[in-house]
């Protein structure tokens, strides 16, 4: 029986029919493998009280509507979604999905326009927003999962133990493709490992895409030649339409670009899931990028409606991201808390993690299969896992760490997410280096290096002058914008 704390249970007899249906405090057990499980945190609006509100939004996310309707069914109703627990004093409300409601073989934008869609503009509730999510692993079955994993970008550039170093080309936009690789060809030379495109860059007039597809070409042959070392570019393909989407990739893969060379790097938030799932099903030997602008709409804590950081990572796994930015936890110049970026973070790369609410696993292994999780755990097990369809498993989804990075902040970032194992990306943080983004990249590697040998920066920086530079420069007191 799961207790209504606080007076929610007292609401019970406030319910008219409609609403009773969409309500069971009595769900025998919400993980028997029938529900997706949510919860939310729920202020009722238009004079409702805190159970009426949540069975209304139980209504809509699921089968109803504001009125009982005469054409229900015995079925239908089964599908309803049931507010199964509430707390009314910490404005908590569980509700559970019969998961069959989703769209069959996986597809994570039925699923979000159920719950935070028609929902989150409702007159019902003066807030509403999706803390976190748990999936029941046959649920899990049904979705691809990511493929190309941060494992295979490792085995790749053959970088292990140490976060993959990157940077997006700055400034944002207006450089000519020729430019553009420019500066991927001094970052990639400077030590860094990975260039990704800004989220906006796209086919502009001054920088025809087959050109800085050509050019970044020829400037990581050039680079790889020079340092002998691989190196990744995530070429951001997002477009008006699949088709164009499509086109951008199939440029890039007759390229020439060895494959491991390059990633397609998705505005997952505004060209939409569809999108994000169409490259995954297409392309499950490339590393797919999910870059978030525009979550803040939905995410930032302060903001009643939406859903959090972990909500949306978790969902970029399901649907194949090979990773996603989940944010530098406050650290660099976006919002953030450890609470949200680095629980997030935990929860796309880990077997097995507890999230704001539910605790998810996201591999299929028996309970008494202790030396299977162990391997897992090491994650060894995903080629065995996935082979053997029978722990039909979840790959690792990888974060993606940015925005207001620099050298001087790569050990703090570290010393709150507690491993290396994430992609950074630091634009201004390497090319607003005084000596230039070579210079910056390098600064970057021996903030790494540092943090690998336990050397303190300032120590090491007697001794590497491009980080000497990167602590005077980045390190001065400047009035951050608010
Ligand atoms: C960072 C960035 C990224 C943000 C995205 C930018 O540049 O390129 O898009 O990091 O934020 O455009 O701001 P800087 P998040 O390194 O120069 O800040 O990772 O939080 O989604
Ligand atoms: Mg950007």
Same mark, same amino acid.
């Given at each position: 029986m799961h207790l209504a704390t606080g007076d929610a249970r007292q609401f019970l007899k406030t319910l008219n029919d409609k609403q009773k249906a969409y309500v /069971?405090?009595?769900?025998?057990? #919400? %993980?028997?493998?029938e529900y997706m499980l949510t919860a939310f945190r729920l202020v009722p609006g238009r004079g409702l009280n805190f159970l009426q509100a949540a069975a209304e939004i139980a209504a809509e996310s699921s089968t109803g509507t504001n009125f009982k309707v005469q054409t229900e069914t015995a079925f239908s109703r089964e599908m309803n979604a049931l507010v199964y627990q509430a707390d009314s004093k910490r404005n908590l409300v569980w509700i559970a999905y019969p998961w069959r409601l989703f769209d069959r073989r996986g597809n994570v934008q039925n699923i979000l326009t159920y719950l935070v869609g028609n929902v989150l503009g409702m @007159? !019902?509730?003066d807030g509403l927003k999706l803390l976190d999510v748990w999936f029941p692993p046959a649920m899990l079955e049904q979705y691809d999962g990511p493929s190309y994993t941060l494992d295979d970008m490792r085995k790749y550039l053959k970088v292990y133990n140490r976060p993959i170093l990157g940077t997006i080309v700055k #400034? @944002?936009?207006?450089? $000519?493709s020729a430019e553009y690789a420019e500066v991927c060809y001094d970052f990639w030379v400077g030590g860094g490992d990975f260039v990704k495109n800004d989220e906006p860059q796209a086919d502009q007039d001054f920088c025809p895409y087959y050109k800085m597809v050509k050019h970044v070409k020829q400037a990581m042959d050039k680079a790889i030649k020079k340092t002998g070392k691989k190196k990744v570019h995530s070429f951001n393909?997002?477009?008006? /339409?699949c088709d164009t989407m499509i086109t951008r990739c199939e440029m890039i893969r007759n390229?020439?670009? !060895?494959?491991?060379s390059y990633a397609f790097l998705i505005d997952g938030i505004m060209a939409g899931w569809t999108a994000v799932q169409t490259l995954r099903r297409r392309y499950p030997d490339v590393f797919i990028h999910f870059h978030r602008a525009g979550h803040g709409a939905f $995410? %930032? #804590?302060?903001? #009643?409606f939406g859903f959090s950081v972990l909500v949306l990572s978790k969902f970029a796994r399901l649907a194949g991201a090979s990773g996603i930015h989940t944010g530098t936890a406050g650290v660099g110049k976006m919002k953030g808390t450890p609470e949200e970026d680095v629980v997030a973070a935990h929860n796309i790369l880990h077997f097995k993690d507890k999230g704001h609410l539910f605790e998810q696993e996201w591999n299929l292994i028996p309970e008494n299969d202790k030396n299977a999780i162990e391997l897992v755990h090491l994650d060894l097990a995903h080629h065995v896992i996935l082979e053997d369809d029978s722990w039909r498993g979840m790959k690792k989804c990888c974060p993606i760490v940015s925005g207001g990075l620099n050298p001087l902040l790569l050990k703090p970032f570290i010393d709150m997410m507690g491993n290396t194992d994430f992609i950074t990306t630091m634009g201004a943080g390497c090319h607003a280096h005084p000596e230039g983004t070579k210079a910056g990249a390098t600064a970057l590697v021996q903030a790494c290096d540092a943090q690998q040998k336990r050397i303190p920066l300032e120590k090491y920086a007697k001794t590497h002058k491009e980080l000497a530079t990167a602590i005077k420069f980045f390190g001065k007191k400047k009035r951050r914008p608010e």
């Open positions: /069971d405090f009595g769900l025998k057990n #919400p %993980r028997n493998g @007159k !019902e509730v #400034p @944002k936009m207006g450089l $000519t393909v997002s477009a008006a /339409d390229a020439g670009f !060895e494959p491991g $995410t %930032r #804590p302060e903001n #009643p």
